[in-house]
């Protein structure tokens, strides 16, 4: 398959990685059968996205929040059949009321969830409030975010998708 490009995702895009997290890769490709494909190598450490890139672009416009970071990573490495794309996908901008309601529901989702779901919902609800305002955000959380997003995480359930959700 024909690479346009690939990205850093996850846990070490985001900057929550720990020692003991695996490397997610975000892969998108020329070829496009309608379906992404999700690997994870037999040690468990490395885990790959593949998708492609109509399917990626319809998933990211409709708030899949992972190819939406995919999209706004700044972590991108673009190969050289992928050039053509990339000044698009630098301008492109996400918003809209059904991007919104999907962000809403998977924050609501992972509220409920163990301590790594929450601080995903935490980082859910910063990137959804930038784009209800932007259009856009970079997925990788400054130092301040990382203190906020441990921090929250640390309540549960309806308290903290109270909070998440009253803007």
């Keep these: 398959m024909t690479e346009l490009f690939r990205t850093v995702h996850g846990s070490r895009l985001y900057g929550l990685n720990t020692p003991d997290s695996d490397y997610d890769q975000f ?29 990626w672009l319809e998933h990211a416009e409709s708030g899949s929040h992972q190819s939406v970071e995919a999209l706004f990573s700044t972590r991108k490495t673009w190969s050289d059949g992928g050039g053509w794309l990339q000044p698009m996908v630098e301008n492109m901008y996400i918003t809209g009321p059904d991007v919104i309601h999907k962000y809403k529901r998977t924050i609501t989702k992972f509220c409920y969830g163990p301590f790594k779901k929450r601080r995903h919902a935490v980082r859910l609800s910063l990137n959804m409030r930038d784009l209800r305002w932007r259009g856009r955000f970079d997925p990788q959380l400054t130092t301040a975010q990382i203190y906020y997003v441990n921090h929250m995480a640390q309540y549960e359930g309806g308290e903290l998708a109270d909070w998440l959700l009253n803007d």
């Design 27 to 55: 892969i998108v490709t020329m070829e496009d059968n309608g379906k992404s494909s999700h690997r994870v190598d037999s040690s468990g450490r490395f885990d790959t996205v593949r998708v492609g890139w109509r399917t």
